[in-house]
């Protein structure tokens, strides 16, 4: 069995939260059908008729536009528990960069990255290697990292084009300790948040309680990080105040009952079905309300737990650790309050909530599967897409900054920064000078602060100079970002354009002169 192609679309969608309410939906579109063609059929050529008509027919492509989303976006999961080891050189299959359509975003949740405290010092103080090795990896693809939250070993990175930047906005990371009584964050959960084109989006990334006999405690340790951790945002609170949430991460739960040699066979003849009635996810999720919130697509791949490292082969050692699938990928797509049913059928067809209506969102899982080539640990990598479908909540950028005239380091260069919509704009933000290609929001060659002493008005064009001696030399391609400290994001990003070579490159034989078109 081929999980890549044989595995089916697992589909969720924020206008409903059980086949029910889809029902619903389709019978409130089918009613103002069949009042049109009743319409249609009693048509006389009086003028009150032909309004009926006209209003019907309105109605009913409202729905059909409420719930067919225009815009598709593509979401890369990737969960990995790294058992301390230092990554591989080459992520490219993890993350299956040449995949078609492109990715949009990207989530990739670790688990047990070194944290002895000599390291985790230093990796407060430089990016660590896993988060270099993917940086490195996807900036030369236009990706730039969104955000990223650590705990320990616990680490979350979120990529996104670098196009999508602009409309990432309110980014929050936070975090709950669950190792220890709560005091040590060896468990626990790392979370980042952020409103992308208007919808709510959360990635939690656990590392739950090990061993075959804590189930109960898992559990609570997964509701225990739902109810308590809080972004500090007024409409979305808590995890489950999102639209969409996305938890995947070394989950920890194990496959009861069955013997070692059974579970072996099951893996080898492929009948991992056998197996999914006794993983103890499955099992809890018939016992607790708030696990039947999350989805999953089918366990069509190999339990990812555990193997010796840099090979295929359960664990021989002398434990001889019964494999699991420890490594999972949930989401949850906020269910959508429906009109009672005694309400008419006209404010059923009309009623929204809070807006929600307006904007909805569909998720898709395409593909659930691991990656067996990678052995550095003695877990798989799990791996999840998504078709994320969904009509934005808005198109346009707060701030439009652009260059004005050429740029070189040989004179002061000028710019330009015009406030479109209003927002919690601050004296603190910034706009700074990118190398296309670059890694993140603190990657740039130099920045300036906006206008200081007053805030801009709407549609105000304010210019700033930028010191000749903070322009790079040498010559090449940039954007220019607009950084928000309140949101904690890029918010605007003007066109690329061609800094030229500075003659004191020259000068200073950063690059060969040129002489009757040789170099020299």
């Known amino acids: 069995m081929d999980p890549w192609t044989d595995s089916p679309r697992v589909r969720s969608d924020s206008m409903s939260s059980s086949a029910s309410q889809g029902s619903r939906s389709k019978t409130v579109l089918r009613q103002r059908l069949s009042q049109l063609m009743t319409c249609i059929e009693d048509l006389s050529s009086d003028d009150e008729a032909s309004e009926e008509v006209s209003r019907t027919l309105d109605e009913a492509f409202q729905l059909c536009g409420r719930f067919i989303p225009s815009d598709t976006f593509r979401l890369h999961m990737v969960t990995w528990n790294v058992a301390t080891a230092e990554p591989p050189e080459d992520v490219t299959a993890l993350l299956q960069?040449?995949?078609?359509?492109?990715?949009?975003?990207?989530?990739?949740g670790l688990q047990e990255v070194n944290a002895t405290p000599v390291r985790f010092i230093s990796d407060l103080i430089v990016e660590d290697s896993w988060s270099h090795v993917f940086m490195n990896t996807l900036a030369p693809r236009g990706f730039v990292k969104v955000t990223s939250v650590r705990m320990q070993g616990l680490l979350l990175l979120v990529f996104a084009k670098q196009a999508h930047l602009p409309y990432i906005r309110n980014i929050r990371t936070t975090y709950t300790r669950t190792g220890i009584f709560g005091y040590w964050g060896n468990k626990g959960g790392v979370s980042a948040r952020f409103s992308f084109y208007g919808h709510m989006v959360c990635f939690l990334n656990c590392h739950l309680a090990a061993h075959m006999n804590y189930t109960l405690q898992r559990v609570d340790e997964f509701e225990h990080i739902l109810e308590t951790q809080d972004f500090d945002i007024e409409d979305t609170p808590q995890i489950r105040d999102h639209k969409v949430a996305f938890c995947l991460g070394d989950l920890n739960f194990r496959i009861s009952d069955h013997g070692l040699h059974f579970l072996r066979s099951s893996i080898n003849s492929g009948r991992l079905n056998l197996l999914w009635d006794k993983d103890q996810l499955n099992m809890m999720k018939?016992?607790?309300?708030?696990?039947?919130?999350?989805?999953?697509?089918?366990?069509?791949?190999?339990?990812?737990?555990?193997?010796?490292?840099?090979?295929?082969?359960?664990?021989?050692?002398?434990?001889?650790?019964?494999?699991?699938?420890?490594?999972?990928?949930?989401?949850?797509?906020?269910?959508?309050?429906?009109?009672?049913?005694?309400?008419?059928?006209?404010?059923?067809?009309?009623?929204?909530?809070?807006?929600?209506?307006?904007?909805?969102?569909?998720?898709?899982?395409?593909?659930?599967?691991?990656?067996?080539?990678?052995?550095?640990?003695?877990?798989?990598?799990?791996?999840?897409?998504?078709?994320?479908?969904?009509?934005?909540?808005?198109?346009?950028?707060?701030?439009?900054?652009?260059?004005?005239?050429?740029?070189?380091?040989?004179?002061?260069?000028?710019?330009?920064?015009t406030v479109q919509e209003d927002f919690m704009s601050s004296t603190w933000d910034w706009i700074g000078l990118y190398k296309v290609g670059f890694k993140s929001a603190s990657d740039y060659e130099t920045f300036v602060w906006v206008r200081?002493?007053?805030?801009?008005?709407?549609?105000?064009?304010?210019?700033?100079?930028?010191?000749?001696?903070?322009?790079?030399?040498?010559?090449?391609?940039?954007?220019?970002?607009?950084?928000?400290?309140?949101?904690?994001?890029?918010?605007?990003?003007?066109?690329?354009?061609?800094?030229?070579?500075?003659?004191?490159?020259?000068?200073?034989?950063?690059v060969p002169e040129d002489v009757n078109g040789l170099n020299k």
């Open 286 to 417: 018939k016992k607790e309300p708030f696990l039947q919130e999350f989805e999953e697509g089918p366990l069509n791949f190999k339990p990812t737990y555990k193997f010796d490292r840099n090979s295929d082969t359960y664990d021989t050692s002398g434990k001889k650790r019964k494999p699991a699938w420890t490594d999972r990928i949930l989401w949850r797509v906020k269910p959508k309050s429906l009109p009672s049913e005694d309400d008419d059928d006209e404010k059923a067809s009309t009623s929204t909530d809070d807006g929600q209506d307006e904007c909805p969102i569909l998720v898709t899982q395409d593909k659930y599967t691991s990656d067996m080539s990678y052995g550095v640990s003695d877990h798989k990598p799990v791996i999840a897409t998504f078709s994320v479908e969904l009509k934005k909540g808005y198109d346009t950028t707060l701030v439009h900054v652009s260059p004005v005239g050429v740029w070189s380091a040989d004179q002061d260069a000028l710019l330009t920064y």
């Open 452 to 510: 200081e002493g007053e805030l801009p008005e709407i549609n105000e064009v304010i210019q700033i100079s930028v010191d000749k001696d903070e322009i790079p030399l040498l010559g090449g391609q940039y954007v220019l970002g607009y950084y928000s400290t309140n949101m904690q994001s890029i918010i605007g990003l003007s066109t690329s354009f061609q800094i030229l070579e500075s003659k004191r490159a020259v000068m200073e034989g950063l």
């Open 97 to 108: 960069l040449d995949v078609q359509p492109p990715t949009d975003l990207y989530a990739i």
